[in-house]
């Protein structure tokens, strides 16, 4: 322990072991600690000051910094900035990982509702807040919206329909990415159009169905419309 033998003009010499039972103050402009802090009730850092409050600086290879529950390592800070949550070696940037699934909660400031993005064993949801749609936007420009009650809006922020695309002359393209060939489904503003094509600007026939794949009728790409009987089409 330190005793008065050990003090002089300069301040404290080096000493074995040193024991406050009483507060301590600190002035010096940097404090150097090479030690395990165990048994400690809590740690508290109160600043005043234009800096960060608190720094740790990592010039070795090993973790930045270790939270842990118990014997749980809870928060991980690896060397190069790898933050894991739960995980003890995180791979990616943010690296969340629990037992059963993995959930990331946002708490709704308007309310006591709240929504989140949850990975599972089977399934990956990202859920809006009670009573509230789920937005998706480019640029700051909202370009989807599914509301509360399961409807969709592309370019709609109130879908009247479960598919609802309100945007000048709005069209759905269907490719078949192998062959090239595509249909597209549009609207003007006095017409709606049902096209299809062979790819690389050859014309495709149009067929309706029912019952299955059963053929009802056909508009080929030199404009007869075709009506099958018994396999056989009797007009056109």
Excluded: W
Aim: charged share 20%; with cysteine; net charge negative.
């Amino acid at each position: 322990d330190v005793t008065a033998t050990n003090i002089n003009a300069s301040g404290i010499g080096t000493v074995g072991t040193l024991r406050v039972t009483g507060d301590l103050t600190v002035e010096g402009t940097t404090t150097t600690l090479d030690s395990i802090l165990t048994e400690v009730d809590r740690l508290e850092v109160s600043a005043n000051s234009t800096v960060a409050a608190g720094i740790i600086t990592q010039t070795g290879n090993g973790d930045i910094l270790r939270l842990y529950d118990g014997t749980t390592q809870a928060v991980t800070v690896e060397d190069g900035g790898n933050v894991g949550l739960g995980i003890a070696n995180p791979a990616y940037l943010l690296h969340l990982q629990r037992h059963g699934n993995t959930e990331i909660v946002l708490n709704n400031t308007r309310g006591s509702s709240t929504g989140g993005i949850g990975q599972y064993d089977d399934r990956l949801e990202l859920n809006s807040i009670t009573n509230h749609p789920l937005l998706l936007k480019t640029n700051s420009v909202e370009r989807l919206r599914i509301t509360s009650d399961g409807n969709i809006g592309i370019g709609s922020e109130t879908p009247g329909a479960t598919l609802d695309i309100a945007k000048n002359t709005p069209s759905i393209r269907f490719t078949d990415i192998d062959s090239g060939k595509y249909a597209v489904v549009s609207q003007s503003s006095s017409s709606f159009y049902l096209t299809a094509d062979r790819g690389n600007g050859g014309g495709g026939n149009i067929i309706f169905r029912c019952g299955g794949v059963s053929e009802k009728l056909r508009i080929t790409s030199d404009g007869k419309v075709r009506v099958p009987d018994n396999g056989k089409f009797v007009a056109g």
